[in-house]
């Protein structure tokens, strides 16, 4: 069969194609590179070469833990590697409960459900719980999960000033009385790194009957003394009502979870359709999430070293003259202006063995391209100290510092 490649699908695809193709000519194309070896997760093998990562999501370097590893690989000699189907038919394990016991313990709430992704997790529990003749308030840099499962839900979307909590008031007075109303934020914002306002959240959900739904993705073990998240964080016990996050980031595994009141819980199990049309987590990866949360509270010291860390990394970038707007967090963006520059900071970052991705438009405004930086537990200092100087020799060649 002649494959036509004048229609309006193929005319799309070819338009991405196209810019993929452009990219890799000209040496301007870092997406999807394999990695060989993971090492401590701070060092990673790559086309043979030792580089530093500075774009994981891994805030206590956790991956390889012996404990965690040995987790997983008991779990397969008692279980086998998969499910065969839903956790309400055929697929639920005892460990799968062990993992929401847990969770719901580190979360200090009453009970917990997981799910296999953190994105399905977004998904299914804004769409269950929001309909038609519903609100939603998203904050506007929150993540695609968040706004996917808000325009999948059907509910009226509306799209709040970043982190104004006056703005959020004055959406939620415009609102009519007795309708549903769902607030959803990131607790650390995945792009800019910056924290929510939970405390002030809390009073404006409050006093329109809001519930609120807060996704810890990258706040898991990096925010709070113990790494329990935003609410320790800020000394409140308790203020949220959908406590969301991903075993996938700060926990070494896969999957997603919530956590929150019984009964929500309970209605979440019989009610989402990622849980109950989506195969269970395999027993390998709920059994190293379960032993990872108990890490985080045996080794408080990689909390302690994570916060050092990212303070000397986002200190060294201010100090070379860059702008990493109100990260306080270990997501460092480094502004670089255009697309191209924050290519060309890229190459010439990656060149020096220092593993950075940019972050360009449509996900960021133009003229806000950037470097999207981590650091994690797993870096020495003096490693922390060496990409800075990669990438302020960089920034000082391509003329953004
Ligand atoms: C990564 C991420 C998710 C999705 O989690 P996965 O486990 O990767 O599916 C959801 N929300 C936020 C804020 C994230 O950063």
């Known amino acids: 069969m002649e494959f036509n490649i004048d229609d309006a699908v193929s005319r799309r695809v070819k338009v991405f194609t ?28 790559v086309h043979g070469r030792e580089m530093g990562m500075y774009a994981s999501y891994g805030y206590l370097g956790l991956l390889n833990h012996p404990r965690i590893n040995k987790a997983a690989r008991k779990a397969i000699d008692q279980y086998g590697t998969g499910t065969n189907g839903v956790r309400s038919l055929a697929g639920t394990l005892t460990i799968h409960d062990e993992l929401e016991e847990t969770i719901a313990n580190f979360k200090h709430a009453e009970a917990a459900l997981t799910f296999t992704s953190g994105y399905a997790t977004n998904l299914t529990v804004i769409s269950t719980l929001m309909g038609r003749g519903d609100y939603v308030l998203s904050d506007k840099l929150n993540h695609a999960s968040i706004v996917d499962g808000c325009l999948m839900s059907g509910a009226e979307f509306r799209r709040f000033k970043h982190n104004d909590m006056e703005d959020l008031d004055h959406r939620l007075g415009q609102i009519p009385d007795g309708v549903a109303k769902l607030v959803v934020v990131d607790a650390v914002f995945s792009m800019d790194g910056d ?207």
């Open 195 to 401: 924290v929510a306002d939970l405390p002030r959240m809390v009073e404006v959900c409050k006093k329109y009957n809001a519930y609120l739904m807060v996704d810890e993705a990258h706040s898991l073990g990096v925010l709070g003394k113990t790494g329990r998240g935003i609410e320790e964080h800020f000394g409140l016990e308790d203020v949220i009502d959908i406590k969301m996050g991903t075993l996938s980031k700060t926990i070494p595994s896969i999957g997603g979870y919530i956590a929150g009141k019984k009964d929500l819980i309970t209605y979440m199990r019989h009610a989402s359709r990622a849980y109950l049309f989506s195969a269970a987590l395999p027993p390998a990866q709920a059994a190293a999430a379960n032993e990872a949360f108990k890490v985080i509270l045996d080794e408080p010291w990689r909390i302690k070293k994570l916060n050092h860390n990212t303070q000397l990394f986002i200190n060294g970038l201010k100090s070379a003259g860059f702008d990493t707007l109100l990260t306080t967090t270990a997501i460092v963006p480094i502004l670089c202006g255009s697309d191209d520059q924050a290519f060309a900071m890229t190459r010439e970052a990656q060149h020096h063995d220092v593993f950075v991705l940019p972050v360009v438009s449509p996900a960021v405004p133009e003229g806000m391209a950037r470097l999207r930086a981590t650091v994690t537990a797993a870096h020495e200092p003096s490693d922390i100290e060496g990409a800075i100087d990669v990438i302020a020799a960089a920034g000082k060649q391509i003329g953004i510092i």
């Open 18 to 45: 196209d810019r993929v193709s452009m990219a890799k000519a000209n040496d301007l194309y870092f997406y999807n590179q394999p990695i060989e070896e993971l090492r401590s997760g701070a060092k990673v093998l």
